[in-house]
């Protein structure tokens, strides 16, 4: 991308191609704009160099060391030479942010997805009305334990195919 008859639009959009290459170490079916955690890409003229903002699903999150180094790999392959990511915590991410097609990813993949952003916010993490097992779709389930193997997940258990499941907890 080092041609000088190509816009500011033209770099940022095939930086964005490039970027939906970039899957979540610990989901690796959801890619970082599927989570919501690509906020924004910019052209800097004055300093030919593309700068990414990501904001962590939590603060602490450990992926986003790989998830920037990943980034930085992907756009300097697609002939980006100088890249800054930069990591934003203000506002804090939130699951409203995860696109409807990354909810239908989780469940694909064996992960119960929060309620969608319309959904009732006040519903509490163990209600049995607000989880579907991803597995059979019941809705009699409870909770095992409030983490999983990430701090953004917790255990779930059905209680109708007795198969446990994990659950992106909303926030």
């Known amino acids: 991308m080092t041609s000088a008859s ?7 959009e095939a930086a964005r191609r ?16 599927d989570l919501g955690i690509l906020r924004d890409v910019r052209w800097l003229e004055e300093e030919q160099l593309l700068e990414v903002v990501i904001t962590p699903t939590y603060s602490g999150c450990p992926a986003m060391d790989v998830i920037a180094l990943n980034i930085r790999a992907v756009l300097q392959q697609g002939g980006f030479e100088h890249v800054r990511v930069i990591t934003a915590l203000s506002p804090a991410w939130t699951t409203d942010w995860l696109s409807s097609e ?10 119960a997805p ?3 952003p319309t959904a009732d916010k006040r519903a509490l993490l163990g209600e049995r009305r607000i989880l ?18 990430t701090a953004c997940k917790a255990m779930f258990r059905c209680l109708d195919c007795l198969e446990p499941f994990e659950y992106f907890k909303c926030h």
């Open 6 to 12: 190509v816009s500011g639009t033209e770099r940022i």
């Open 18 to 33: 490039l970027l939906e290459r970039v899957c979540d170490p610990e989901i690796p079916v959801l890619t970082v704009a």
């Open 102 to 111: 990354a909810r239908e990813k989780l469940r694909a993949f064996g992960i």
């Open 114 to 116: 929060p309620a969608e």
């Open 132 to 149: 579907q097992c991803p597995h059979c779709h019941s809705a009699n389930t409870e909770m095992i334990a409030p983490f999983a193997s």
